[in-house]
């Protein structure tokens, strides 16, 4: 059985406050008859590790689905980041004696370090040889260079929007109803320990019983006499 070192509730970390809800279950019921337990504590108590538990793994859930989200967007972003290089370079050495084809393309500059900037550049390029393609140029590079750079700055865009919108929604009000539930665990512990007190004193070992550190108890006269005797 956990021993608990304080009550302050708000202050749990959340495996404490697992186990001080587990240990709950299991002994409130015992105990509600002989502490006048309201029956909105007993229910409360019974179901509250679930309750915690459930709000924990969703949480853990969404995180996990978030990295994996993220992991992907970092692998298509580094390869649909590297295809452009090729392409850039590839325009470079074509029209290298042209300053404004190059500076069209946006090849005549260090590619950017901000994402947002990245995906701005290749789309500059993808626009600029879509332009010379509708003026009917014929000194242009390959199109099927520029149909899979395309298709990889289309697959890096999809992930990303995945990961923005799970990140900012569902994983942020998963977090918010997991603070939610704490907040009102550690109201119901509060009210709990107040009942439990109404029967028993702080230094009564049976609180461990139901999640609450045990206050030592204070030697009395008597006692302090008998030590004195043994010394």
């Known amino acids: 059985m956990p021993i608990f070192k304080d009550n302050y509730f708000t202050n749990d970390t959340y495996a404490l406050r697992t186990e001080r809800l587990k240990i709950i279950k299991n002994y409130i019921l015992d105990w509600s008859g002989h502490l006048s337990l309201p029956k909105e504590l007993l229910d409360w108590g019974m179901t509250a590790p679930n309750r915690w538990q459930n709000i924990l793994k969703k949480v853990e859930e969404k995180k996990n689905l978030n990295n994996t989200f993220y992991m992907e967007l970092k692998d298509i972003d580094e390869e649909t980041f590297k295809y452009y290089l090729r392409c850039k370079r590839l325009?470079?050495?074509?029209?290298?004696?042209?300053?404004?084809?190059?500076?069209?393309?946006?090849?005549?500059?260090?590619?950017?370090?901000?994402?947002?900037?990245?995906?701005?550049?290749?789309?500059?390029?993808?626009?600029?040889?879509?332009?010379?393609?509708?003026?009917?140029?014929?000194?242009?590079?390959p199109e099927d260079f520029m149909i899979k750079l395309k298709k990889l700055l289309k697959s890096s865009e999809t992930i990303f929007e995945k990961a923005h919108l799970n990140g900012r929604s569902t994983s942020v009000h998963a977090v918010e109803k997991q603070v939610e539930i704490f907040k009102d665990d550690s109201k119901k512990l509060r009210s709990l320990f107040s009942w439990a007190l109404m029967t028993w004193e702080p230094d009564e070992p049976y609180l461990v019983q139901l999640g609450f550190a045990v206050k030592p108890k204070r030697k009395n006269k008597r006692d302090f006499e008998a030590d004195e005797e043994l010394e």
């Open 91 to 141: 325009i470079k050495s074509k029209y290298s004696e042209n300053e404004k084809i190059l500076h069209r393309f946006a090849a005549d500059t260090r590619f950017p370090r901000n994402r947002a900037d990245k995906i701005s550049t290749i789309n500059k390029m993808l626009r600029t040889f879509y332009k010379q393609k509708e003026q009917n140029d014929l000194d242009i590079i």
